[in-house]
C-alpha cells in the first residue's frame, strides 16, 4: 500500500473551514461536561465545608447560617449555574487553607506550569525528532540503538527516580544547577511580578538579563526531567514514522532523479513523517499542562501540579475545583488546537470528515 | 505454539522482559524465603546502617531490613498493579465490547464518557480520585484502575467493530444464536489477544502510577512496603537515604522495563508485518 507525497497536494479552504467548525462545535458539549464534573467535584469531596470552615465545636445555629450564606442549601442545579456564573467571571472562591481567592493563586501558579511544560515540550522535540530522524537514516547503526534505548527507558522510568538522580548530580554533587525553586528569592527582594510568566517578566517589565538568566538556570533541571518521557515518546514515533516514509516509492523517484539523501530527507521524507508526531507533541503538552504533578513536587515548582496534589492532601475543595477545570479545559482545548493544525497541515483529512 | 516458541527463543528483548518479570514474580512469591526477617519487623536502631553480611542491602530509616522490605514491596506493587490492570481491561473491556457490539446511541453514548475521561491527564485524575475516595493502598487500586479503562475500552471496541463484520458472525447470527451467545462464545475469545499486549504494558504504567501516587503521600500508612514509599522515606533524608532511593526506583525501572519489553515483544508477534522480518 503505497501512500502518497500528502504534503504536496492543493489545499481547499472551504472544506477545510468547516471542518475545523465542526470540531469548535464539538468542543462545546465537552467543556459543559468539565463544568458540571468539576462542580460535583466539590460536593462529591469527603466532608462538609461548613464542619471544615467552623471547626467541630460549631452550632448547629452557626452551620446553617453558614450553609445559608455559602448558598449550599439551594437547589443543586441554581448553585451549578451561579458556579458557572462566578468562573466565568473570573471567580472560583477562596482557599480553606490560605484563605487568599484561588484566582489570585491561579495567575502565580498556571503560569508556573506552563513555563516549566513549554521548555520541557521545546527540549522533547528538538532532541527526540533528532534522534528519531537520525536512527531512521542510519538503521541498526549506534545512533539507532541509542535511540531505541532511550525510547524504551525513557517510558520505563520513574520520573520520582530520575529527578532525584539528577538532582543529586548536578545540583549535589558538582553544584552546577539549583535543588529547585524557581528562583533565590532572598537574592532578587526588588523582583515583585503580576503573574506567573517569571522569565516574560524579568525580560520585559524588569529588563534584567541577570534575573533572566537566574530564571533559566532554576529551569534547566526541571525541564529536561520533565522532557524525558515526551522525549521518548516522540523518538520512537519519528522513527517509526520515518522509516516506513522512507520507503515509500516517491522517496525512491527522488533519490533515482539523483538528489542526494540529506535534502530527501529534509524536504520529502520529514514533511510526511512529521505529521503525527506533531499531533502527538501537541497531546504531550497538554497532558504535561496537568500532568507535571511529580517533576514540580520533585523540584519544589510552584505550579499547578502542586497546587493540585497539597489540595487534595489537606482536602481544600475550591483550589481543587478551580484547578480541575482549569486543566480539563487546556487539555480541550490544546487537543482542539491541535487538531485544526492538522487538518491544515495534513489535507487527507478533509475527505474523511469530522471523524 | 511451535511458532510461538520459534519466536520468543528469536527475540532478545522479549526474553530480558520476561527474565525482568519472572525475577520480580519470584521475589514476589519467595518472599519469607529469601529473608528472615518480616517487611515491619524493627531489626536494630542503627538507622540506614550499610549493608552487612546478615543486612544484604542494610538498614533503612526505621531500623528495618532493606532487603525485606524491598521483596515484600514487590508483592505490594504487583498486587496492587496487577488488580489495577485487571480492573481497567474489565470496566474498559466490558465497556468497550458494548459499545461496540451494539453501536448506535449507546455507542456514541459511552464513547462520549471515554473522550471525557481522556480529556484529563490520566495521573492527574488519579490524584484526584484518591482525594474522593481517601488515602490508601487499596483505594489506588481503584483510582489506577478506573483512570486505565478508556485505553481498553478504544481497543475493545476497535477489535469488536472488526470481528462483527466479519463472515462466522454472520453466520452464527443466521444460526439465530442470542446475542449474549455470540458476543461471549465468538467475539470475545478473537478479541483476547491485542487486549492481553495492552494489559502487559498497562502493568508497567499502572506501576508507575501506583508507585507514583504513594511517593506523593497518598497511598495512606507511610510504613507499608511499597516501592514508592520506600523511595520517599530514603528521600526525605537525602544524604543517608540515597542508597535506599537507589535501590527502591531500580526496583521500579528494572519492573516496569520488564513489562514493557515484554508487551513489545508480544505486540510484535501479533503482528504479521514485523513477525516476517
Same mark, same amino acid.
Given at each position: 500500500m503505497g501512500r502518497d507525497n500528502i504534503a504536496a497536494r492543493p489545499y481547499n479552504s472551504a472544506l477545510m473551514l468547516s471542518h475545523i467548525l465542526r470540531r469548535l462545535l464539538a468542543a462545546v458539549p465537552m467543556l459543559l461536561a468539565i463544568s458540571i464534573a468539576s462542580f460535583l467535584l466539590l460536593h462529591l469531596l469527603p466532608g462538609d465545608p461548613t464542619a471544615v470552615l467552623?471547626?467541630?465545636?460549631?452550632?448547629p445555629e452557626a452551620m446553617a447560617q453558614v450553609r445559608e450564606e455559602l448558598g449550599l442549601n439551594r437547589p443543586l442545579h441554581i448553585q451549578y449555574i451561579d458556579f458557572l456564573g462566578n468562573v466565568l467571571r473570573g471567580d472560583f472562591g477562596r482557599s480553606f487553607? +490560605?484563605?487568599?481567592?484561588v484566582a489570585d493563586e491561579l495567575v502565580m501558579r498556571v503560569p508556573a506550569t506552563i513555563e516549566l511544560a513549554l521548555a520541557a515540550m521545546i527540549i522533547a522535540s528538538i532532541v527526540g525528532i533528532s534522534l528519531g530522524v537520525l536512527a531512521s537514516v542510519k538503521p541498526r547503526s549506534v545512533v539507532d540503538f541509542a535511540c531505541l534505548g532511550i525510547a524504551l527507558i525513557g517510558v520505563s522510568m520513574p520520573i520520582f527516580w530520575l529527578g532525584f538522580l539528577a538532582q543529586q548530580m548536578?545540583?549535589?554533587?558538582?553544584? %552546577? %544547577?539549583?535543588?529547585?525553586?524557581?528562583?533565590?528569592a532572598a537574592n532578587w527582594q526588588g523582583f515583585e511580578p503580576d503573574t506567573g510568566f517569571f522569565i516574560a517578566e524579568a525580560i520585559f517589565?524588569?529588563? +534584567?538579563p541577570e534575573l533572566t538568566l537566574e530564571l533559566l538556570h532554576h529551569l534547566t533541571l526541571p525541564a529536561f526531567v520533565l522532557a524525558t518521557v515526551p522525549t521518548a515518546l516522540i523518538a520512537r514515533m519519528t522513527r517509526a514514522n520515518m522509516l516506513e516514509v522512507l520507503s515509500q516509492d516517491y522517496i525512491r523517484t527522488a533519490r533515482a532523479k539523483g538528489l542526494a539523501m540529506t535534502p530527501v530527507v529534509i524536504r520529502h521524507a520529514m514533511r510526511n513523517a512529521l505529521i503525527p508526531v506533531i499531533t502527538s507533541i501537541g497531546t504531550q503538552f497538554g497532558y504535561m499542562l496537568g500532568g507535571a504533578v511529580l517533576t514540580e513536587t520533585i523540584f519544589s515548582w510552584p505550579g499547578l501540579g502542586t497546587y493540585v496534589v497539597q489540595a487534595v492532601i489537606i482536602l481544600d475543595g475550591k483550589p481543587l475545583q478551580a484547578s480541575v477545570l482549569l486543566i480539563a479545559t487546556f487539555f480541550v482545548v490544546v487537543n482542539l488546537l491541535t487538531d485544526i493544525s492538522y487538518s491544515i497541515i495534513d489535507p487527507r483529512l478533509r475527505h474523511k470528515g469530522a471523524g | 505454539m511451535k511458532d510461538t516458541l520459534k519466536f520468543f527463543m528469536r527475540h532478545r528483548p522479549a526474553q530480558a522482559g520476561a527474565l525482568l518479570v519472572l525475577l520480580v514474580v519470584f521475589a514476589a512469591l519467595a518472599a519469607p524465603l529469601l529473608t528472615p526477617?518480616? &517487611?515491619?519487623?524493627?531489626?536494630?536502631?542503627? !538507622? !540506614?546502617a550499610s549493608p552487612s553480611s546478615g543486612h544484604p542491602l542494610g538498614l533503612d530509616g526505621q531500623g528495618y531490613d532493606l532487603l525485606s522490605r524491598v521483596v515484600y514491596g514487590a508483592r505490594t506493587t504487583l498486587r496492587i498493579a496487577l488488580l489495577a490492570t485487571l480492573l481497567s481491561l474489565t470496566i474498559g473491556g466490558a465497556l468497550g465490547a458494548v459499545a461496540g457490539y451494539v453501536g448506535w446511541w449507546v455507542d456514541l453514548a459511552l464513547m462520549r464518557v471515554v473522550d471525557f475521561m481522556m480529556s484529563f491527564p490520566s495521573f492527574l485524575l488519579a490524584v484526584v480520585m484518591v482525594a474522593l475516595l481517601g488515602k490508601s493502598l487499596d483505594n489506588l487500586v481503584l483510582a489506577v484502575g478506573i483512570v486505565g479503562a478508556p485505553l481498553f475500552a478504544r481497543q475493545m471496541r476497535a477489535e469488536v467493530l472488526r470481528i462483527k463484520s466479519m463472515e462466522f458472525i454472520e453466520s452464527a447470527r443466521a444460526l439465530g444464536y442470542s446475542h449474549l451467545r455470540i458476543m461471549l462464545r465468538h467475539v470475545l475469545p478473537n478479541c483476547l489477544t491485542p487486549l492481553i499486549v495492552l494489559a502487559t504494558l498497562g502493568m508497567g504504567g499502572a506501576i508507575l502510577d501506583v508507585a507514583g501516587l504513594a511517593f506523593l503521600g497518598?497511598?495512606?500508612?507511610? !510504613?507499608? &512496603?511499597e516501592w514508592g514509599l520506600i523511595l520517599k522515606a530514603g528521600w526525605n533524608s537525602p544524604t543517608q537515604g540515597s542508597f535506599q532511593v537507589g535501590v527502591a526506583g531500580a526496583c521500579i525501572l528494572g519492573t516496569v522495563l520488564g513489562f514493557n519489553l515484554l508487551g513489545d515483544g508480544l505486540r510484535d508477534w501479533l503482528d504479521p508485518r514485523s513477525r516476517q522480518k
Open positions: 467552623l471547626g467541630q465545636e460549631a452550632t487553607f +490560605s484563605g487568599r481567592p548536578m545540583a549535589g554533587k558538582l553544584g %552546577l %544547577l539549583p535543588f529547585g525553586g524557581r528562583y533565590n517589565t524588569y529588563g +534584567s | 526477617w518480616g &517487611p515491619r519487623e524493627s531489626v536494630s536502631y542503627e !538507622f !540506614f497518598l497511598g495512606g500508612d507511610p !510504613f507499608d &512496603p
